[in-house]
């Protein structure tokens, strides 16, 4: 393409390798569950607090990655901790306790913290201001790769290797592309003198006092915790005990699931660069695309009208729609601050979706669970329709702060 000649290259490929490892991370408990479950001997509630983990090591680091990817450059930052990822995979494969698990989460979780932040500040670095949706959208689709390699693909290895294996050997992706983003990524630091410290905490206090961040962030990190809660673990068991699909099966619409999410991360982003030039905001993008992700959500929870696969299909595409609001809110804030704007609502994502793996979980458990290991349909229709409550109630503040804003005016 005319704007990824090989200098771009050099600087969009080792990212994407970060973030579709990042995904891969994120989402691969949703096949290996049933293993998890066996092995380590864990109920649901656990299960949700084991993979949740990943999240809320995640959100720890948002704030300070902000300021040190300001600081720093992403390029060093996210090579350091990718060393981390890789330590966790190793722990998360050599234990053999619910805690041992949770520690290796924690350490991937962090390890991977700066895969797609790092790789937003990079952008701005490097490309002009009115590709920054396209770019982003080529990245985010990297992640629907690592979400797509996450599901058949590793159905294929666990056929040579156990759960185990499989993150020995994502252990090892994981240093090998903490060395590609060092050695291959152009160093490229802002124009401007880096903040001092003190300086650094009051940007990010103007990013959370900025009602234009506050207006869209409620929605933003309800819509994407949503998805994220729902494709990195719990699509899987949904489609075992309410669809009554096998693993082969689930592994299948998984991926169905991710090639859509991929389509949806790079069409969205060209369609929102198509209607800016046309006068529709970014924004308002990014807002119609989360409603409507939330009509397909109340559709699969009483499997209404379309098929079990394509109603996931549909959601895959209209689930990417949040992500949208971090270039929105770029363009709100001065370039200096670039990071520290998409870590602040990457930071309440990643806590929301922490808080809402889990809690399904703990719903689902209310209910009793099956000789056979299958969960009640009870709890998931009570979880499902709980997330999908919290979407609307985001909805509703975004419509009211539109409300207040015009009427300061």
């Known amino acids: ?16 390798f970060g973030f579709f490892l990042s995904y891969l991370f994120r989402v691969v408990n949703a096949v290996i569950a049933p293993d998890l479950v066996a092995d380590l001997h864990i109920d649901p509630s656990q299960l949700g607090l084991l993979t949740a983990t990943y999240f809320i090591a995640f959100a720890s680091s948002q704030l300070p990655l902000g300021i040190f990817l300001d600081r720093f450059g992403p390029r060093k930052v996210e090579a350091f901790l990718l060393t981390f990822a890789g330590a966790g995979a190793i722990i998360f494969a050599r234990s ?17 913290s700066a895969c797609l932040m790092a790789a937003f500040k990079s952008y701005v670095l ?23 390699s996450a599901a058949t693909p590793v159905e294929w290895i666990l056929r040579l290797t156990d759960w185990r294996g499989l993150f020995l ?17 152009p160093e490229k630091k802002s124009k ?52 009554g699909m096998q693993r082969p099966q689930i592994a299948s619409v998984l991926s169905w699931t991710a090639i859509s999410m991929i389509c949806g991360f790079i069409s969205l982003g060209f369609i929102a660069e198509k209607l800016a030039q046309r006068g529709v905001s970014i924004l308002v993008t990014a807002v119609t695309g989360m409603c409507i992700s939330m009509v397909i959500q109340f559709l699969i929870v009483f499997k209404l009208f379309l098929p079990i696969p394509l109603l996931w299909m549909i959601l895959g ?28 609502i990457n930071l309440l994502v ?16 209310q209910w009793e669970t099956t000789a056979a290991g299958h969960y009640h349909p009870s709890g998931y229709k009570a979880s499902f329709l709980a997330v999908l409550g919290l979407q609307a109630a985001g909805f509703a503040w975004y419509l009211f702060a539109l409300f207040k804003k015009k009427h300061q005016k």
């Open 169 to 185: 050997l994502l252990a090892l992706f994981s240093f090998a592309t903490a060395l590609a983003v060092l050695f291959i990524v």
């Open 96 to 112: 053999h306790t619910l805690t041992g698990v949770i520690i290796g989460r924690a350490f991937i979780g962090f390890g991977v």
């Open 350 to 365: 990643f806590i929301t979706a922490f808080i809402l793996q889990w809690a399904i979980g703990i719903i689902i458990n």
């Open 192 to 243: 401007a003198t880096p903040d001092r410290f003190s300086q650094q905490i009051k940007g990010i206090k103007q990013v959370f006092k900025s009602l234009d961040f506050w207006k869209i962030a409620p929605l933003t990190a309800m819509s994407q915790a949503g998805f994220l809660s729902l494709q990195g673990l719990w699509a899987g068991p949904w489609l075992r005990d309410i669809a």
């Open 126 to 148: 490097f490309f002009p201001e009115k590709i920054w949706p396209r770019i982003n959208g080529f990245q985010m689709a990297a992640g629907g790769l690592g979400a797509l």
């Open 1 to 16: 393409m005319s704007f990824f000649p090989p200098s771009a290259l050099r600087v969009f490929i080792p990212f994407a």
């Open 317 to 344: 595409f209209f689930g990417t729609s949040g992500i949208l609001s971090y270039a929105s809110l770029t363009y709100s804030f001065p370039k200096a601050l670039s990071g520290r704007v998409t870590t602040s």
